[in-house]
Structures are given as structure tokens and as C-alpha cells.
């Protein structure tokens, strides 16, 4: 299917897209980037700005096509398929990787992705939400409203975290984090029952959800349902960081 593209939309150079996207007015992509299938793209929308370092080229892209050096380019934005990105959010040009959005996310309106961000799939970015650089919010996170990432901040998949807070460091898989600072004030067993756990298996998996231990060793990360058991699995394994 073809894209529906508003005639006042800036489309640069260097732009790779897919079918069956809208884009509305105003909104502004520049490459390299690359955006799948599927997408609406509201008004005054920028993706593929320079990244905000004082450091960086600020490249003209809305007037001239990439030059194939990333130093002066960016490294590239990469979005998935179906997802719905409102009024005047905005999405940044790597400085050192791609800056990456997965499928199904929803970012409502003014919330911002820096730059060499890595934001998984089916995640919710509610209204002036505001990332710094190097952030990775694993699938099925869901940031409040008006919240605030310090750059290199992780969030765990299926974590929620409270409209107005500040996060400084990492927020654990499937629980609930508010305040400035941000701290962890629960689980998400609400998260955790729409993907079919009973209370029970909540109950077992509380330990390690909390960081207080490891995962259970009766095999239970394996019987959790397929896409659920990937995510745990996955997460458990991730590199920490020790510092």
C-alpha cells in the first residue's frame, strides 16, 4: 500500500520507507533513517535530527543528502512497523549507534527518544516524556507522563514507571517505579495477570522481580508463556553494571 504523505512534510534524503505509512503535516524525517510498515506519523513530528551534542556536526539534511560519513551524518535512526507517533515528538540521530524503535509503540504527543536510544517493542511513551541519550527501555515498558530518563537509564520490560518522576537508575522488569528520585514501590501484578499469571506464579517470581534473588530453580522461567518467558529469560541475563 502506498504512504500517505502530507505535502507540507519534509522528507530528506536518505529516508527509507515502507508502505502504508501516514505522515502528517509539518513533520519533518531526515536520514539516514529507515521506517518499516504501518506507522502514523502526526504533525510537526522530527526524526532524524543531529543528536544533541555540543561536540557533533549539525548537518542541513532537510536540504541535502547524507554523505555517507556517520562522524558528520549521524549513526542513523531505525523505526519498526505500527507504530503510532504523535504531535511533536521527536527522535535524534545516533552519535555512536543507531538510535532504535521497535513495533506497536505508542509515544504521545511532545515525549522525546534521544539520541543512540534503544527502545524495544510495544512500548508507551506518554505525553512530554523526556529521554537522555543511551537509554534502553525493554518491550512492554510504559513511562507516565511527563517522566524524565538520565541518560544511559535502563528500564526493564513490562516496568511502569510514575507520571513526574525522575529516573537515575535502572528500573527492574515488571515493577512499579515513582518520585524524584525515582524508586521501585512495588510489582506489577496488574502487567503480569494481562499476560496470564495467576497470583501463585506472581508470588514466585516476587524475589526475583525485587532483586532480592535469583530465579526460581523449579524451572519456572520455562513454563511462563512464550513471549513472557523469552523476556525473563532475557532480562536475567543481561550484562550488569558494577560500577
Known amino acids: 500500500m502506498v504512504n500517505r ?3 507540507t512534510a519534509i522528507i530528506g534524503e536518505g529516508v527509507e520507507l515502507g508502505e502504508d505509512n501516514v505522515i ?23 526524526i532524524g535530527t543531529p543528536g ?4 557533533r556536526e549539525h548537518p542541513a539534511a532537510w536540504e541535502s543528502a547524507p554523505n555517507g560519513d556517520p562522524d558528520h551524518d549521524g549513526h542513523g535512526v ?14 535524534h540521530q545516533g552519535t555512536w549507534r543507531t538510535t532504535t524503535i521497535g513495533d506497536g509503540g505508542y509515544f504521545l504527543r511532545g515525549s522525546h527518544i534521544a539520541h543512540d536510544c534503544l527502545v524495544e517493542d510495544v512500548v508507551t511513551v506518554a505525553s512530554n516524556v523526556i ?12 513511562l507516565g507522563m511527563g517522566a524524565i530518563l538520565h541518560q544511559r537509564v535502563v528500564i526493564g520490560p513490562g516496568a511502569m514507571v510514575g507520571m513526574s518522576s525522575a529516573v537515575r537508575k535502572e528500573v527492574g522488569a515488571f515493577t512499579i517505579a515513582v ?15 494481562r499476560r496470564g499469571l495467576d497470583e501463585a506464579t506472581i508470588e514466585a517470581l516476587g524475589p526475583w522481580l ?4 535469583g530465579l526460581p530453580e523449579d524451572g519456572l522461567a520455562d513454563r511462563l508463556p512464550g513471549d513472557l518467558s523469552t523476556l525473563v529469560k532475557a532480562w536475567d541475563a543481561r550484562p550488569r553494571d558494577d560500577h
Open 179 to 193: 518520585g524524584n528520585p525515582a524508586r521501585v514501590t512495588g510489582v506489577n501484578t496488574v502487567g503480569l495477570s
Open 5 to 7: 504523505i502530507h505535502p
Open 131 to 142: 529521554t537522555g541519550g543511551h537509554c534502553h527501555i525493554w518491550s512492554g515498558a510504559n
Open 52 to 55: 544533541e551534542d555540543r561536540g
Open 78 to 91: 531505525v523505526i519498526g512497523s505500527r507504530n503510532r507517533i504523535r504531535e511533536y515528538v521527536s527522535v
Open 24 to 46: 502528517g503535516p509539518y513533520t519533518v524525517i531526515v536520514g539516514p533513517a529507515r521506517i518499516g510498515d504501518g506507522n502514523w506519523i502526526g504533525p510537526h513530528v522530527t
Open 210 to 213: 525485587k532483586g532480592k534473588a
